[in-house]
């Protein structure tokens, strides 16, 4: 069990890693393209998307790199499945149609709680911009007198 708990906690380090560096570069390019938001809509869109776009990236570079620990792990053989079955727990799904060995059985809620707290920063990343985007708008309208 402890080594279990050694490895996930290794791994989740490794994730928190990877979602930094993606959340940081998602950030730069919101502070980047700030100003084209609410030019027009189609502009907020665009920038919006490719915010969501840059975090979904990153959980799945996440989910991939909790894949290829499975596999060298040796309880995968296709990499394929050791990404769906990352990713059902990943994003806490949970379906039970894979089931990992015992030996490694502990693993899958480490991923669990790791992706459940990596969404949950590309959700409030996402919900910051959406909330900046509206602020800005809302006071282009008070100071429009619209």
């Given at each position: 069990?402890?080594?279990?708990?050694?490895?996930?906690?290794?791994?989740?380090?490794?994730?928190?890693?990877?979602?930094?560096?993606?959340?940081?570069?998602?950030i730069?390019?919101?502070?980047?393209?700030?100003?084209?938001?609410?030019?027009?809509?189609?502009?907020?869109?665009?920038?919006?998307?490719?915010?969501m776009?840059?975090?979904?990236?990153?959980?799945?570079?996440?989910?991939?790199?909790?894949?290829?620990?499975?596999?060298?792990?040796g309880?995968?053989?296709?990499?394929?499945?050791?990404?769906?079955?990352?990713?059902?727990?990943?994003?806490?799904?949970?379906?039970?149609?894979?089931?990992?060995s015992?030996?490694?059985?502990?693993?899958?809620?480490?991923?669990?709680?790791?992706?459940?707290?990596?969404?949950?920063?590309?959700?409030?990343?996402?919900?910051?911009?959406?909330?900046d985007?509206?602020?800005?708008?809302?006071?282009?309208?008070?100071?429009?007198?619209?």
């Amino acid at each position: 069990m402890l080594t279990n708990l050694l490895i996930g906690l290794l791994t989740m380090a490794l994730c928190l890693f990877v979602q930094l560096a993606l959340l940081s570069i998602a950030i730069h390019y919101y502070s980047r393209h700030k100003s084209s938001v609410n030019s027009s809509p189609w502009s907020t869109l665009v920038v919006l998307n490719i915010v969501m776009a840059l975090l979904v990236f990153g959980n799945l570079a996440q989910v991939t790199v909790w894949a290829l620990l499975f596999r060298m792990l040796g309880e995968f053989q296709e990499l394929a499945v050791a990404v769906y079955h990352s990713g059902v727990n990943f994003s806490t799904l949970g379906y039970g149609d894979i089931v990992m060995s015992e030996r490694w059985r502990l693993l899958g809620p480490l991923e669990a709680a790791n992706g459940i707290l990596m969404l949950g920063v590309s959700t409030a990343v996402i919900t910051a911009a959406v909330s900046d985007i509206m602020k800005d708008y809302v006071a282009r309208q008070n100071r429009d007198g619209l």
